[in-house]
């Protein structure tokens, strides 16, 4: 590493989402983007002209010595490929979510980082916002005393209205929990701490899908996948959490997450988002009061958690970063035992136990972690 207070990113992956990584890594004094590359040259030609970087080949990127730590932004059916690759080549990886399909291939991104030395991060990372680590003050602070339930819905008519290539998403590796359950489940292990045991029921409504994306309008999308999990979350400090993540349902009158204590009740912002609204009740006001965010970060900041692992790099092993590969091998282990415990007709036991991870410190000066 040439230059000790950056971390030089290479992006992998220069679709949909890339943007915001482009735009969130600018909001971050420690990360530089220096070099992208995707599959199709071309995409990496737009974003490298439109960022101020250089566009190469994956394998350029991965040889590339000035590259630090790979962003790896590909569809989730290669995530596992192109993060062991990039950490064969010695860089640091921090992958979009899941960190794998599988969890074997997960294990294996895992244990080679680990034989190596390198870092793994993952996203979500929405839950170092201000709007989720508010509402973690709140709840580590008492606001709402003991939590003993709460329940998490994510419920929608899926993608393809939208997103101009929307076939992966009910693909092996798609649906809407391996896409959106990252977010709920990141956002309640932050809050809560680890899962314990998950019972659930998954199914799906349709057959297959019709895009409506200006791009792709009246493509046929083969489902092969369920669309549809609910279930019940046990965590280890004893609270129980319903969970339903749905691609199946035009419109639900639910918040995002809410949260059941001894002293009052927590309503949490959408972990899709870095903001608000938040809101608590407790029987001392009698009425659902917004919460004002205490911390920065509430505009869209992806990149925050490839910022605190590479002060976590920096720090030679010091610090740790939050958005780490353990809690999201932990999360991918609780999304497939939606699966499992469906076909098992069974409750499931989840073996993953990592830490809670730590709250970010109050007074950060923005730009800095
Ligand atoms: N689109 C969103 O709003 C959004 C939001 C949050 C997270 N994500 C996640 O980000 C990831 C990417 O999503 P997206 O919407 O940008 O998808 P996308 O299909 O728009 O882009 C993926 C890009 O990766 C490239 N690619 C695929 N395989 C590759 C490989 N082996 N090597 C190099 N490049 C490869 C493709 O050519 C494509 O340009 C997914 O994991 C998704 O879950 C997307």
């Known amino acids: 590493m040439s230059n000790k207070s950056k971390i030089r990113i290479g992006i992998i992956g220069c679709g949909n989402i890339s943007q915001a990584y482009f735009n969130g890594a600018k909001l971050f004094e420690v990360l530089e983007v220096v070099a992208c590359a995707d599959l199709n040259p071309e995409a990496a030609k737009v974003k490298a002209t439109e960022n101020g970087c250089v566009a190469q080949t994956v394998d350029e990127l991965l040889a590339n010595p000035n590259v630090d730590l790979v962003i790896n932004l590909t569809i989730p059916a290669v995530h596992a490929e192109v993060s062991l690759a990039a950490l064969r080549a010695g860089k640091h990886v921090h992958c979009e979510k899941p960190l794998a399909v599988h969890l074997d291939d997960a294990r294996k991104v895992l244990e080679l980082a680990g034989e190596k030395g390198l870092l793994v991060g993952c996203a979500p990372d929405t839950f170092l916002g201000a709007g989720l680590q508010t509402a973690r003050k709140m709840v580590d602070d008492g ?5 003993f339930s709460g329940s998490a819905f994510m419920m929608s008519r899926g993608p393809e209205s939208w997103h101009p290539n929307p076939a992966f998403f009910y693909e092996v590796g798609g649906g809407p929990m391996f896409d959106m359950g990252p ?11 680890p899962v314990k045991e998950v019972s659930a029921v998954t199914t799906r409504a349709f057959e297959e899908r019709i895009a409506t994306c200006k791009e792709q309008f009246g493509k046929l999308l083969p489902v092969s996948v ?3 999990s609910s279930g019940t979350l046990v965590f280890h400090s004893g609270a129980v959490v319903t969970v339903t993540i749905s691609f199946d349902v035009h419109r639900h009158g639910h918040s995002p997450i809410e949260l059941y204590g001894g002293e009052g009740s927590l309503k949490v912002p959408d972990p899709n988002t870095f903001g ?8 001392t006001t009698g009425e659902w009061r917004n919460q004002a965010l205490s911390f920065p970060y509430s505009e869209n900041s992806r990149s925050i958690g490839a910022a605190d692992m590479a002060y976590a790099i920096l720090s030679g092993g010091k610090r740790l970063h939050r958005s780490s590969g353990a809690l999201a091998y932990h999360v991918l282990e609780v999304m497939h035992a939606f699966g499992k415990s469906s076909d098992l007709k069974k409750h499931v036991s989840i073996e993953s136990n990592p830490p809670q991870p730590e709250p970010l410190p109050l007074g950060l000066i923005k730009g800095r972690l």
């Open 276 to 283: 608000g609204p938040l809101e608590v009740w407790t029987p």
């Open 183 to 193: 977010y709920y489940i990141t956002a309640l292990v932050h809050l809560l701490g």
């Open 143 to 147: 606001w709402i005393g003991k939590v």
């Open 226 to 228: 369920p669309t549809h």
